[in-house]
């Protein structure tokens, strides 16, 4: 157990809906990272925000958003669903930016788009 | 951009060693990961290099050339609970931003 904590499991949902994923970062982690790994396409990071404050942002969609709140967790939409986003969809925390510092993943949350 | 490649799949018998190798294109360096991804669960820290050399740890020893772009990830006295994805992961620039990899599946057989 990493002490990142994803909800919910598993959704599963229908193309044109919109879904919220929610991640809760180790204690004292200010940093927290979005992936999203797919069976053709590898681990993908989507973006990272440190301390509620975007710092990074990779191949993340524009029907894809996120935010880190004031208490430290983050959530990441997902709106205008297609098939193509079923995924699993990863946070990883860790304690600050500087470079090498582990970053620990949640158990994952397994999106179904039908 | 980055590149990095890892073989797709490898397989090996309990009990040997198995070398898994990475090779990377990047700009910005600032390190190479290792993590173990068991099938549909989360992936877990192995190894962090960020200076060229062996870096060993139990059963699991890393090594990185920088100015070669190249990494492995050592694994010995594999046993069937080894068998899992292995994923090679570069950071680069100051926020800490990784890109993994696809990947490497190692089956571990008796």
Same mark, same amino acid.
């Given at each position: 157990d990493s002490g990142v904590t994803q909800t919910p499991k598993h959704l599963i949902t229908a193309t044109g809906q919109r879904v919220t994923l929610r991640c809760s970062p180790r204690s004292g982690d200010l940093s927290v990272y979005w992936y999203q790994q797919s069976l053709d396409q590898g681990l993908q990071f989507l973006i990272q925000y440190y301390n509620g404050e975007e710092r990074a942002k990779g191949n993340? /969609? @524009?029907?894809f958003s996120a935010q880190q709140f004031p208490d430290l967790h983050s959530e990441l939409n997902l709106s205008s /669903? @297609? +098939?193509? %986003? =079923?995924a699993l969809y990863f946070c990883a925390s860790s304690v600050? +930016?500087?470079?090498g510092e582990t970053q620990y993943f949640g158990p994952g949350t397994r999106l179904l788009v039908l | 951009g980055q590149n990095i490649d890892q073989p797709t799949e490898m397989t090996a018998t309990e009990g040997a060693i198995v070398q898994i190798n990475c090779t990377y294109q990047t700009s910005g360096f600032n390190g190479l990961f290792w993590y173990q991804q068991h099938a549909g669960e989360a992936p877990t820290f192995l190894s962090y290099n960020v200076l060229d050399g062996l870096e060993e740890k139990g059963r699991f020893s890393s090594f990185l050339s920088r100015s070669k772009g190249y990494s492995y990830l050592l694994l010995k006295e /594999?046993?069937?609970? %080894? =068998?899992a994805s292995y994923l090679c992961a570069v950071l680069t620039g100051t926020a800490s931003k990784l890109t993994f990899g696809t990947g490497t599946r190692l089956q571990v057989m008796l």
């Amino acid at each position: 157990d990493s002490g990142v904590t994803q909800t919910p499991k598993h959704l599963i949902t229908a193309t044109g809906q919109r879904v919220t994923l929610r991640c809760s970062p180790r204690s004292g982690d200010l940093s927290v990272y979005w992936y999203q790994q797919s069976l053709d396409q590898g681990l993908q990071f989507l973006i990272q925000y440190y301390n509620g404050e975007e710092r990074a942002k990779g191949n993340i /969609l @524009e029907r894809f958003s996120a935010q880190q709140f004031p208490d430290l967790h983050s959530e990441l939409n997902l709106s205008s /669903l @297609e +098939l193509g %986003d =079923s995924a699993l969809y990863f946070c990883a925390s860790s304690v600050s +930016l500087v470079p090498g510092e582990t970053q620990y993943f949640g158990p994952g949350t397994r999106l179904l788009v039908l | 951009g980055q590149n990095i490649d890892q073989p797709t799949e490898m397989t090996a018998t309990e009990g040997a060693i198995v070398q898994i190798n990475c090779t990377y294109q990047t700009s910005g360096f600032n390190g190479l990961f290792w993590y173990q991804q068991h099938a549909g669960e989360a992936p877990t820290f192995l190894s962090y290099n960020v200076l060229d050399g062996l870096e060993e740890k139990g059963r699991f020893s890393s090594f990185l050339s920088r100015s070669k772009g190249y990494s492995y990830l050592l694994l010995k006295e /594999l046993q069937m609970k %080894d =068998s899992a994805s292995y994923l090679c992961a570069v950071l680069t620039g100051t926020a800490s931003k990784l890109t993994f990899g696809t990947g490497t599946r190692l089956q571990v057989m008796l």
